[in-house]
């Protein structure tokens, strides 16, 4: 069977959105990044998240990131494949920490009108920090196989610990589908 729903999980800065987008790519499925569904003008949790994650994952295909608490258990009882990112962490503190620095200095528009806040903020605590969310949370995912066989069953779980993994995994999974053979049994 072709997978047709499929969502990445890691910490914050692991890359889940643009893993999330390759294979949407390579799938031809619709990709929706859930910080788009959640942060409203300014920042604010937008009244509609919870709506608009019922209305994605009632589609037919689809490919997300697995994060926000209130989205979390409806992503997962649709899923079939649940991509985790568990990559080193001082692999994704490097890459947060790029990020950051790069939308920051770029007033990179994000979602809603949304900017990066300045440079100084990553020198303190908290206050929307994300680098300091990225480290504080880095264990939230520890035991998510465990976590996975008790609540979704069904979920196919794919756990990648590298970059050389993921290409390995992105590669196999385009290989697959041009030869029209299924992903999960390769």
């Known amino acids: 069977m072709r997978p047709s729903r499929i969502t990445v999980a890691g910490t ?7 893993l ?9 499925a619709p990709f929706t990044e859930m910080d788009g569904l959640y942060h409203g003008p300014g920042w604010v949790p937008r009244d509609a998240f919870v709506a608009d994650v019922t209305a994605l994952v ?6 997300t990131e697995w994060g926000y608490q209130a989205a979390r258990p409806l992503v997962l009882e649709r899923a079939e494949v649940l991509v ?3 990559l080193p962490v001082w692999t994704v503190m490097r ?3 790029t990020r950051t620095v790069r939308r920051s200095v770029r007033r990179e528009v994000l979602w809603n009108g949304n900017v990066e806040g300045p440079l100084w903020r990553l ?3 908290g ?10 949370t880095r ?8 976590r996975l066989d008790d609540e979704a069953p069904h979920v196919v779980l794919v756990r990648l610990r590298s970059r050389a993994e993921v290409e390995t995994w992105v590669e196999t999974l385009a290989d697959t589908l041009r030869q029209g053979r299924d992903p999960e049994q390769s």
């Open 58 to 63: 009632a589609q037919d295909a689809w490919v």
């Open 12 to 18: 914050s800065g692991s890359g889940k959105t643009t």
């Open 139 to 146: 264990h939230a995912l520890d035991g998510l196989d465990r």
């Open 123 to 125: 020198l303190r605590r």
């Open 127 to 136: 206050d929307g920090n994300i680098v300091d969310w990225a480290w504080t």
């Open 84 to 86: 985790w990112l568990d």
């Open 20 to 28: 999330a987008r390759r294979i949407s790519a390579v799938l031809g």
């Open 95 to 97: 890459q947060v920490v």
